[in-house]
Every structure is written in C-alpha cells, then in structure tokens.
C-alpha cells in the first residue's frame, strides 16, 4: 500500500473520535503504522490495514466487548497476513471473540444455543474502501532524485517563517 492517511482521515473513515484514536495510539492498540512515530517532525500516518483495525475495535466495543478481549483479538489480527483479512469473521457471544474462517466454524459456534454476533472482515473491508475513496490519503512513493519532497518544502517554510 502506497498511501498513508493522517489521523483526521482515519477517524471518519473508521467512525471513531480523535480523542479514541490518541488513547488507542498511545495505549498500543491500534496506532499508526506507515509513520508511526510523532517525534519525528512528520504527521503520523495510519495504513488502510490500521483505519480497518480501528473499524474493527469500534464495532467491538459497541457490542460490548471488554478492552481486554479486543486487545486480545487485534493482536491475533496483527499476527494474520493482510490477504487473509477479508475472509475472516470474527464471533462473539459478548464475553469472548473467536475467530471463523469458514462458514461451517460459523455455525459450529452458532450451535451451541449461545447468541452470538458476527462481524464480517471482507465486508468491513469493502466499507472501508469506498470511505476512504471519498477522503484524502497521502502519497507514500519516494520522489524522484532532484525533485524535492513536497513534505521538505512546507518543512522548509515553517522553519523560515519561525527563524525569519
């Protein structure tokens, strides 16, 4: 993926407020991962994969489920390959959230007699991508070798207009 997005892109594509994505960053549950680090001068910015994380927290937590379980399936979530992602359905019958891949583990859980909820990761994901078709991503290629990068150019402007 070749395109980042800044932290207010993330919230409305996702759904969250700013306030929950900073406590989510800070705490390490779902912080951005294409420029992660803030003390570097650069704008932080979140990769699809980490706007869909942040989806998926959201949901969860609407339904109820502690942050000690989403923790624990955003970090199962991490450990998958993103290809995989779309053909993951994550259940839950409101304490604990497993994770189906096929509709027959599905109805497997669904058998026990116990509600349960589903959240589809394929359909989450088409979601997603139409949001974020409609807001604006960041570029992420390296410029060509004398064409400057446009982030050095508005640097280069703040440092003159704080100096100057």
Request: hydrophobic letters at 35%; charged letters at 25%.
């Given at each position: 993926m070749?395109v980042?997005?800044r932290g207010p892109?993330?919230c409305a594509?996702?759904?969250?407020?700013?306030?929950q994505?900073d406590?989510?960053a800070?705490?390490r549950?779902?912080?951005?991962s294409?420029?992660?680090?803030?003390?570097?001068?650069?704008?932080?910015?979140?990769?699809?994969?980490?706007?869909?994380?942040?989806?998926?927290?959201?949901?969860?937590?609407?339904t109820?489920?502690s942050?000690?379980?989403?923790?624990?399936?955003?970090?199962?979530?991490?450990g998958r390959?993103?290809?995989d992602l779309?053909h993951?359905?994550?259940?839950?019958?409101?304490v604990?959230?497993?994770?189906?891949?096929s509709?027959?583990?599905?109805?497997e859980?669904?058998?026990?007699?116990?509600?349960?909820?589903?959240?589809?990761l394929g359909?989450?994901?088409?979601?997603?991508e139409g949001?974020l078709?409609?807001?604006?991503?960041e570029r992420?290629?390296?410029?060509l070798?004398?064409?400057?990068h446009p982030g050095?150019?508005l640097a280069?402007?703040?440092?003159?207009?704080?100096?100057?």
């Amino acid at each position: 993926m070749d395109v980042g997005y800044r932290g207010p892109t993330a919230c409305a594509a996702a759904g969250v407020t700013y306030r929950q994505l900073d406590f989510w960053a800070r705490t390490r549950l779902v912080g951005p991962s294409v420029r992660p680090e803030p003390g570097t001068g650069e704008i932080p910015l979140y990769s699809f994969r980490d706007v869909l994380l942040l989806k998926v927290v959201k949901r969860l937590l609407d339904t109820g489920i502690s942050l000690q379980q989403i923790r624990t399936a955003v970090e199962h979530l991490r450990g998958r390959d993103t290809s995989d992602l779309p053909h993951i359905t994550l259940m839950s019958d409101g304490v604990s959230v497993y994770e189906c891949t096929s509709p027959s583990e599905v109805v497997e859980l669904m058998q026990g007699g116990q509600g349960m909820f589903g959240i589809a990761l394929g359909r989450v994901w088409r979601e997603l991508e139409g949001a974020l078709g409609q807001l604006p991503g960041e570029r992420l290629a390296e410029p060509l070798p004398d064409e400057p990068h446009p982030g050095d150019e508005l640097a280069r402007r703040r440092r003159e207009r704080k100096t100057g």
